[in-house]
């Protein structure tokens, strides 16, 4: 229960459509060892940049902890009216990475 907990209070830090929109750009993070700054300058949203650079840390530590996984299923439970945008691409995403679970 506390990993569940640490992973929603990560995501939560992330946002999760910022966590869904650029997924696959923190996915990088990890996988290629992409620098962190090369990231934030994608964030396009309007934050201070001290606040794109800690959204990419956590998301990076999700992805650096295997939760990624775990992130996903929690957007698409959620029944926040702020998620249902997000849900459906949240969904190709977890089918997507479920699918290369099943591969590897």
């Not at 459509?17 to 620098?35: C, Q, S």
């Not at 992130?71 to 997507?96: D, F, G, T, W, Y």
């Amino acid at each position: 229960m506390a990993n569940t907990v640490q992973v929603e209070d990560l995501l939560n830090r992330v946002g999760k459509g910022i966590f869904v929109k650029y997924y696959e750009d923190f996915k990088e993070l990890e996988t290629k060892n992409v620098p962190n700054a090369v990231v934030v300058e994608k964030i396009q949203e309007n934050f201070t940049q001290k606040s794109k650079n800690s959204r990419t840390a956590k998301a990076k530590r999700i992805f650096a902890e295997g939760k990624q996984i775990e992130a996903l299923k929690l957007i698409v439970e959620s029944n926040h009216p702020s998620v249902q945008p997000i849900k459906q691409m949240a969904n190709e995403l977890l089918r997507k990475e479920l699918n290369k679970e099943i591969i590897e």
